[in-house]
């Protein structure tokens, strides 16, 4: 006996080819493909297909009529007619999908992948939550009740915020925050020191929360005033400026302007918490508090560094009104910056907008970035200076521009000059671009010698410098150095020695003047003496 085995491959595709031979597949097809381009799901059951969804065979097939033929279209009468639409059934809602039989709709409910939070704005919460220290409050408590009226003094204030576990040198702005009077409650400064236990999980987002009085999620430029006033005013290394408060609102400007330089990298002079947690100024802050003098803090707060920029600014602003012209600007380090560079500093690349003139702040950031091209901000700053058309590449033909002037500077002070062609190529060898003819941002942020690529083009004495130096002559077991802190150490001795000078002048001055009067005054003795014997 043989058995029949059917072929299934065949018959799959005669039940195709039957489907596709139905009225409407390729249309409903068609739109399926421009609900997919669309990205749009289509239906699962068309309705079009759904009277022909069936792949068995029709029962009776009928052959065609000719070509020609009269069709006959009986007219119905006007009772049936009405009849037929009252009894029609309404059309089902797009969204009710149509199933034909032997199909399932079994919707498969997955289920859901719970993310943990990864983003924590005012920093990541403690878990568990930490227990409020019942002995941190009974002292904060009993430093309240030792003041007259419970009422806590802001020259006292310091004791409360070091018994709440915060730096010294936010009791100022913390004070400011809990009250606008001069003397503070318990029940003031607990409200707000519980809102920041509650709200805030890390020292940055306390730090902007009472530096900003709850306000905003970010830090200004003024919102540092009072914090550094209360470092003049209370820190010992700082004890020399009070009987000269004409240096307060410059030091405090200077130690703001530093401050914005090297945490607020989005340049938008807003400092954001994140910024703040990437920076070292809280840990610098809190150093202020055990270290009696101020110039070892070479960060920020040293007065040695803010002297060096006054005097630096001092001199070339010569009518003393704190703002600087681009002729001022020009005569800074004897006339050794590239011209064509300090031209684009008032074109806008590195303030907000086109102006003829620089502020005291403006001077802060170009100083900084002139003596120190290896800081982060320092490499913006001066990438921005020589991006002419600003695409974020350096050119061939831009590092050509900016090397012109250096070119006439080398035919001034007689020194050999070195091709174009050649200074690219070391420019080229020190950046390693990814690509040859064009260097971006990340290169020069990724190379070893950011200074040296940039002084090739802005500063030819210092390039000069670095191609005479000797290459043996770092000592070894020297304290590492930025080349700030290179240049405000060598700048502060020299202004040191020259004030020194200038009083032994003075003083030689003043003694030439007592002899001449001693002996005007003699002569007149011993004339009036001569007279009176002579009589």
């Given at each position: 006996?043989?058995?029949?085995?059917?072929?299934?491959?065949?018959?799959?595709?005669?039940?195709?080819?039957?489907w596709l031979s139905q009225d409407n597949v390729f249309e409903q097809l068609n739109d399926d493909l421009v609900c997919i381009l669309k990205g749009k799901v289509p239906d699962v059951v068309p309705s079009k297909l759904v009277a022909s969804r069936s792949l068995s065979p029709p029962h009776h097939k009928h052959p065609a009529s000719p070509r020609g033929s009269p069709r006959i279209t009986p007219t119905p009468q006007r009772g049936s007619l009405q009849r037929s639409r009252s009894n029609?059934?309404?059309?089902?809602?797009?969204?009710?999908?149509?199933?034909?039989?032997?199909?399932?709709?079994?919707?498969?409910?997955?289920?859901?992948?719970?993310?943990?939070?990864?983003?924590?704005?005012?920093?990541?919460?403690?878990?568990?939550?930490?227990?409020?220290?019942?002995?941190?409050?009974?002292?904060?408590?009993?430093?309240?009740?030792?003041?007259?009226?419970?009422?806590?003094?802001?020259?006292?204030?310091?004791?409360?915020?070091?018994?709440?576990?915060?730096?010294?040198?936010?009791?100022?702005?913390?004070?400011?925050?809990?009250?606008?009077?001069?003397?503070?409650?318990?029940?003031?400064?607990?409200?707000?020191?519980?809102?920041?236990?509650?709200?805030?999980?890390?020292?940055?987002?306390?730090?902007?929360?009472?530096?900003?009085?709850?306000?905003?999620?970010?830090?200004?430029?003024?919102?540092?005033?009072?914090?550094?006033?209360?470092?003049?005013?209370?820190?010992?290394?700082?004890?020399?400026?009070?009987?000269?408060?004409?240096?307060?609102?410059?030091?405090?400007?200077?130690?703001?302007?530093?401050?914005?330089?090297?945490?607020?990298?989005?340049?938008?002079?807003?400092?954001?918490?994140?910024?703040?947690?990437?920076?070292?100024?809280?840990?610098?802050?809190?150093?202020?508090?055990?270290?009696?003098?101020?110039?070892?803090?070479?960060?920020?707060?040293?007065?040695?560094?803010?002297?060096?920029?006054?005097?630096?600014?001092?001199?070339?602003?010569?009518?003393?009104?704190?703002?600087?012209?681009?002729?001022?600007?020009?005569?800074?380090?004897?006339?050794?910056?590239?011209?064509?560079?300090?031209?684009?500093?008032?074109?806008?690349?590195?303030?907000?907008?086109?102006?003829?003139?620089?502020?005291?702040?403006?001077?802060?950031?170009?100083?900084?970035?002139?003596?120190?091209?290896?800081?982060?901000?320092?490499?913006?700053?001066?990438?921005?200076?020589?991006?002419?058309?600003?695409?974020?590449?350096?050119?061939?033909?831009?590092?050509?521009?900016?090397?012109?002037?250096?070119?006439?500077?080398?035919?001034?002070?007689?020194?050999?000059?070195?091709?174009?062609?050649?200074?690219?190529?070391?420019?080229?060898?020190?950046?390693?671009?990814?690509?040859?003819?064009?260097?971006?941002?990340?290169?020069?942020?990724?190379?070893?010698?950011?200074?040296?690529?940039?002084?090739?083009?802005?500063?030819?004495?210092?390039?000069?410098?670095?191609?005479?130096?000797?290459?043996?002559?770092?000592?070894?077991?020297?304290?590492?150095?930025?080349?700030?802190?290179?240049?405000?150490?060598?700048?502060?001795?020299?202004?040191?020695?020259?004030?020194?000078?200038?009083?032994?002048?003075?003083?030689?001055?003043?003694?030439?003047?007592?002899?001449?009067?001693?002996?005007?005054?003699?002569?007149?003795?011993?004339?009036?003496?001569?007279?009176?014997?002579?009589?």
């Amino acid at each position: 006996m043989v058995t029949i085995i059917p072929d299934v491959k065949v018959k799959v595709n005669e039940l195709i080819i039957q489907w596709l031979s139905q009225d409407n597949v390729f249309e409903q097809l068609n739109d399926d493909l421009v609900c997919i381009l669309k990205g749009k799901v289509p239906d699962v059951v068309p309705s079009k297909l759904v009277a022909s969804r069936s792949l068995s065979p029709p029962h009776h097939k009928h052959p065609a009529s000719p070509r020609g033929s009269p069709r006959i279209t009986p007219t119905p009468q006007r009772g049936s007619l009405q009849r037929s639409r009252s009894n029609r059934t309404p059309s089902p809602a797009p969204e009710n999908k149509k199933c034909s039989p032997g199909i399932s709709t079994k919707v498969v409910k997955r289920p859901q992948e719970i993310i943990p939070q990864f983003y924590f704005p005012m920093g990541k919460p403690l878990t568990p939550p930490q227990k409020p220290d019942s002995s941190q409050m009974t002292k904060i408590t009993a430093l309240f009740k030792e003041c007259s009226g419970g009422l806590m003094p802001r020259r006292d204030f310091g004791s409360v915020t070091k018994a709440a576990g915060l730096p010294l040198y936010w009791k100022c702005p913390l004070f400011e925050a809990c009250t606008s009077s001069e003397t503070c409650s318990l029940q003031q400064f607990l409200q707000v020191f519980e809102d920041l236990e509650s709200t805030c999980h890390d020292e940055a987002a306390k730090f902007v929360r009472v530096m900003s009085k709850g306000t905003r999620s970010h830090l200004l430029w003024d919102d540092f005033n009072n914090l550094l006033q209360d470092v003049i005013d209370t820190h010992p290394g700082m004890s020399f400026l009070d009987d000269a408060p004409e240096f307060h609102a410059r030091y405090i400007e200077t130690v703001t302007g530093r401050i914005m330089y090297t945490i607020n990298r989005s340049w938008s002079s807003r400092i954001s918490m994140a910024e703040l947690r990437d920076s070292n100024f809280l840990k610098v802050l809190a150093s202020l508090e055990e270290e009696p003098d101020i110039n070892q803090v070479s960060d920020y707060f040293s007065y040695e560094h803010f002297y060096v920029i006054y005097c630096k600014f001092w001199e070339i602003d010569t009518d003393h009104d704190l703002i600087v012209s681009l002729e001022d600007i020009s005569r800074h380090a004897d006339s050794t910056v590239n011209p064509f560079a300090l031209e684009r500093l008032f074109q806008g690349t590195v303030t907000p907008k086109k102006t003829d003139t620089l502020t005291y702040f403006d001077f802060i950031r170009f100083l900084l970035a002139e003596e120190d091209k290896s800081h982060p901000t320092a490499i913006e700053y001066w990438f921005r200076v020589m991006d002419l058309d600003g695409d974020g590449y350096l050119s061939l033909y831009e590092l050509e521009y900016f090397y012109q002037a250096q070119l006439e500077k080398m035919r001034l002070l007689g020194v050999e000059e070195c091709s174009v062609l050649d200074c690219i190529c070391q420019a080229l060898d020190i950046a390693c671009p990814k690509e040859h003819t064009k260097i971006s941002l990340s290169d020069i942020k990724k190379c070893k010698q950011p200074s040296l690529f940039f002084n090739i083009f802005l500063n030819i004495q210092k390039f000069l410098d670095h191609e005479l130096k000797d290459p043996l002559s770092n000592k070894e077991g020297e304290v590492p150095m930025t080349d700030w802190e290179k240049y405000a150490a060598r700048e502060y001795e020299d202004l040191i020695a020259d004030e020194e000078l200038n009083k032994q002048y003075e003083y030689e001055d003043d003694f030439e003047d007592e002899d001449e009067e001693i002996e005007l005054g003699g002569g007149n003795v011993a004339k009036s003496a001569v007279e009176t014997y002579a009589k």
